[in-house]
């Protein structure tokens, strides 16, 4: 069975800090990759795609790919209160979506 | 608005009862989604629809049912409701192409 696994946290950051989220998947035929972000109550929203290896950055977040290793993760530089939610890693398979558990991210003021 | 949405966004219903949760998106998508959301599980995949009138079963598809005689619609419906079908529901699109977007959500309580 194809699995997407992240470390269900909390994670606490200092604010101002760097925030490491991390996500290993099963299948290796997966081709597309993602991070969504869900504050309390609401619908998750995508905040950062990658499909090939290496990192992709936009503005303070950073997204790295390792195919190899089967590995994905999702830096957040600067991090703010604001950022406090949960992330949820997803993985493409057969035109659905494998997701992840979440990791719920705790920025201190 | 162009977008998906979801209705009702709450809904509080009794053991047995029928329910129906809709889904409309105007982006003209072909693939369209179900899940379900509790705390522990993540996002459980419930069904899925390729293009009007194909469905597929997901992880979690007992006790629904889904129909898409349109491509914008995609309702789920609970034929006989039961108090471990309680979950916050999402629906979500697809155009093949980059990722899903997801509706605000459904919250269903079942007494």
């Known amino acids: 069975q194809k699995e997407v696994e992240q470390n269900s946290g909390p994670l606490s950051v200092p604010e101002g800090a760097i925030a490491s989220l991390n996500c290993t998947y099963s299948?290796?035929?997966?081709?597309?990759f993602f991070w969504y972000r869900q504050y309390s109550g609401k619908s998750p929203e995508l905040i950062m795609s990658?499909?090939s290896n290496g990192d992709k950055e936009d503005g303070r977040f950073t997204a790295q790919l390792n195919k190899a290793s089967q590995y994905v993760s999702l830096l957040i530089r600067d991090s703010q209160p604001s950022d406090s939610a949960t992330y949820l890693c997803?993985?493409?398979?057969?035109?659905?979506?494998?997701w992840g558990a979440g990791t719920k991210l705790i920025i201190k003021p | 608005d162009a977008g998906i949405t979801q209705s009702p966004r709450y809904k509080i219903t009794e053991t047995g009862r029928q329910v129906t949760l809709m889904c409309h998106q105007t982006?003209?998508?072909?693939?369209m989604f179900w899940y379900r959301q509790d705390l522990g599980h993540g996002l459980r995949l419930i069904y899925y629809?390729?293009?009007?009138?194909?469905?597929d079963k997901g992880e979690v598809p007992d006790g629904y049912v889904v129909s898409r005689s349109k491509t914008e619609n995609f309702p789920l419906t609970l034929e006989s409701a039961t108090r471990s079908q309680t979950s916050v529901y999402f629906c979500?699109?697809?155009?093949?192409?980059?990722?899903?977007?997801f509706g605000p959500g459904t919250r269903l309580l079942v007494l």
């Open positions: 990658i499909y």
């Open positions: 629809s390729a293009a009007a009138d194909i469905t």
């Open positions: 982006w003209s998508h072909s693939y």
């Open positions: 979500a699109s697809w155009s093949g192409q980059e990722t899903q977007y």
């Open positions: 997803a993985v493409t398979g057969n035109y659905q979506l494998i």
């Open positions: 299948d290796r035929g997966s081709q597309s």
